[in-house]
């Protein structure tokens, strides 16, 4: 795939998609129209978008949009079928420490954190580098923490037919730092299972692995 040069080769909206490739250029008429709104922002609040420092403010912002919710453009079941593989291996995978970046949908605030996932095989075991993807996929939509949860374990479930699936996701929330609350230091955890890890063991096994650290 293209390799990004700087923030002005972001995705593009309206590009095609062929599987999980996706070309990364601009609509330049979706940046103009989004641009247009963010300069009227930045007067209602009492700016003035004609000063130096802002000049380019709404097209970086309408970019940064662009790039921050592009995950509406991919689908993250072909993400995995690319990579799926025949195995018999029955033992547990676990990914953890995923890093995610999403926005809420409430305030379109950042939260941000660690994702942890795993999966038993059923006959199939896929890529590694595709359980990241997939979290990312889900995570650039304006979302909920519980939503992005139950869509990660559904994906995974759906197309990987696993005996079971496990995620959780640890997250903090600007919507609660910066507003609100304002609760500096509180962090907020979601975990959503399938199949073998509603039993006790194998989810107490996975809770257990994420929570250890490699020698």
Request: glycine share 6%.
């Given at each position: 795939?293209?390799?990004?040069?700087?923030?002005?080769?972001?995705?593009?909206?309206?590009?095609?998609?062929?599987?999980?490739?996706?070309?990364?250029?601009?609509?330049?008429?979706?940046?103009?129209?989004?641009?247009?709104?963010?300069?009227?922002v930045l007067k209602q609040i009492g700016e003035n978008p004609e000063r130096e420092g802002l000049l380019?403010?709404?097209?970086?912002?309408?970019?940064?949009?662009?790039?921050?919710?592009?995950?509406?453009?991919?689908?993250?079941?072909?993400?995995?079928?690319?990579?799926?593989?025949?195995?018999?291996?029955?033992?547990?995978?676990?990914?953890?420490?995923?890093?995610?970046y999403s926005m809420c949908e409430h305030h379109m605030l950042p939260f941000f954190g660690k994702a942890?996932?795993?999966?038993?095989?059923?006959?199939?075991?896929?890529?590694?580098?595709?359980?990241?993807?997939?979290?990312?996929?889900?995570?650039?939509?304006?979302?909920?923490?519980?939503?992005?949860?139950?869509?990660?374990?559904?994906?995974?479930?759906?197309?990987?037919?696993?005996?079971?699936?496990?995620?959780?996701?640890?997250?903090?929330?600007?919507?609660m730092s910066m507003r609100g609350v304002q609760k500096q230091n509180s962090v907020t955890t979601t975990?959503?299972?399938?199949?073998?890890?509603?039993?006790?063991?194998?989810?107490?096994?996975?809770?257990?692995?994420?929570?250890?650290?490699?020698?």
């Amino acid at each position: 795939m293209h390799q990004h040069d700087d923030d002005d080769n972001l995705p593009d909206r309206d590009a095609g998609i062929e599987g999980y490739q996706k070309i990364d250029r601009y609509n330049p008429e979706l940046i103009e129209s989004l641009s247009g709104h963010y300069h009227e922002v930045l007067k209602q609040i009492g700016e003035n978008p004609e000063r130096e420092g802002l000049l380019k403010t709404p097209e970086r912002v309408a970019k940064a949009l662009m790039y921050l919710t592009h995950g509406y453009d991919l689908d993250a079941k072909e993400i995995l079928k690319s990579a799926m593989f025949k195995e018999e291996y029955s033992q547990m995978v676990v990914v953890k420490d995923i890093e995610v970046y999403s926005m809420c949908e409430h305030h379109m605030l950042p939260f941000f954190g660690k994702a942890h996932i795993a999966y038993i095989p059923n006959g199939h075991v896929v890529g590694l580098s595709k359980i990241p993807r997939i979290v990312d996929v889900f995570a650039r939509r304006l979302q909920v923490q519980e939503r992005l949860t139950n869509e990660i374990r559904d994906c995974i479930q759906e197309t990987l037919n696993p005996i079971g699936v496990g995620v959780v996701i640890e997250c903090r929330h600007l919507c609660m730092s910066m507003r609100g609350v304002q609760k500096q230091n509180s962090v907020t955890t979601t975990s959503a299972f399938t199949g073998a890890f509603l039993m006790d063991k194998t989810r107490t096994e996975f809770l257990n692995l994420i929570s250890s650290k490699l020698s």
